[in-house]
């Protein structure tokens, strides 16, 4: 069977380099790197009494992992913006938290070599659990300066809007 409906003679996977993620209906700048996408789903063990000595398995609760995203440190104020609706220091008692907007739903996009479109997840309420302005700085090194961000989500679905281009030649 084909891996690549589309493009039939395609053989290698999508490569992970070229990405892109949204949320409020903008793209971010700079993000460089994506935690993976991973949920887990417990294992509930069970017997009945009179069974011989066998556990039985079944699905049990659904955890979503959280998801790291990484950018160069720049003026942009997206991440930190985030970061303030759920905790804001000094916003005064009882506004510190910006409970009407602090979960977003979050869009990545996958693109192939050619700069297209080849798949997309949406990433359900969404919001900062982490907020790193300013990662470790280190004179011995030549590195750029990193921010980042951990949210927490409640789950997430492939678009299945987004389909396989026919790239080009």
Known sequence: MAQFTVNPNRFDPYKNFKFRVKWDGRYVAGVSRVS???RTTD????REGGSPSLDR???????????????GRTHDPEFE????LVW???AG???EVGLKDFRKDMYIELLN???QLVMAFKVFRCWPSEYVALAE????TNMVAIESMTLQHEGWERDAAVTEPAEPA
């Open 113 to 115: 070599e050619a700069g």
């Open 57 to 71: 398995r079944s699905p049990g609760i659904t955890s979503f992992e959280s998801i790291t995203l990484e950018r």
């Open 43 to 46: 294992v509930v063990l069970h």
């Open 36 to 38: 993976g996408l991973r």
């Open 81 to 84: 913006n985030w970061a303030n």
């Open 137 to 140: 700085l280190c004179s011995e």
């Open 93 to 95: 008692l009882g506004t």
């Open 88 to 90: 804001r220091l000094g």
